[in-house]
């Protein structure tokens, strides 16, 4: 069983993003300095285990804030197509490190976007929240408004 934070509580969320942020980021530095010395194996099998923290951890959480937050606070919905990119190229990393069976350039490449990608949606998706954010002297959850169809 995967844990998850309070997604109505803003400061758990935001270290859920930069926890797995920071493991991807520690990943990518290995998985580069494998690369640069010809380290096959060590470079396959650190991409996998990027692409299972990818899976298991990242896109988990993305689809609980689908189910959820973006369904509580509407104009998070905006970032959808965040969720989206990074499940195809999560999807198209892994096809193509199976089937090739070596970290490719398009291998690399996937996961270099991916990482330019969850830095700008956790930006993105911070700076929403905050808005929402009632601060540390009323328990850090967030303040869910009232439906505006204007949204």
């Known amino acids: 069983m ?5 997604l109505d509580n803003f400061d758990e969320h935001l270290a859920e993003h930069r926890l797995v942020a920071a493991d991807l980021d520690a990943g990518m530095r290995l998985l580069r300095t494998s690369v640069r010395k010809q ?7 650190i991409a996998e ?5 990818w899976t298991e951890r990242e896109l988990a959480h993305a689809q609980a804030e689908q189910l959820w937050l973006y369904e509580t606070i509407p104009m998070l919905k905006a970032l959808q197509r965040d969720h989206d990119l990074m499940l ?7 096809d193509l490190l199976d089937h090739e069976g070596r970290v490719t350039t398009s291998v690399l490449m996937r996961l270099e ?15 929403y929240l905050q808005y929402y954010n009632p601060g540390p002297n009323l328990g850090g959850g967030l303040i869910v408004p009232e439906w505006d169809p204007s949204l």
Not at 49 to 53: F, N, R, Y
Not at 117 to 125: A, G, I, M
């Open 39 to 45: 380290d096959a194996q060590g470079a396959y099998e």
């Open 88 to 94: 195809i190229w999560v999807n198209e990393a892994r």
């Open 113 to 127: 976007a991916l990482m330019s990608l969850l830095h700008t949606h956790h930006d993105h998706e911070m700076q």
């Open 2 to 6: 995967l844990y998850h934070c309070r």
């Open 49 to 53: 285990a990027l692409l299972d923290i």
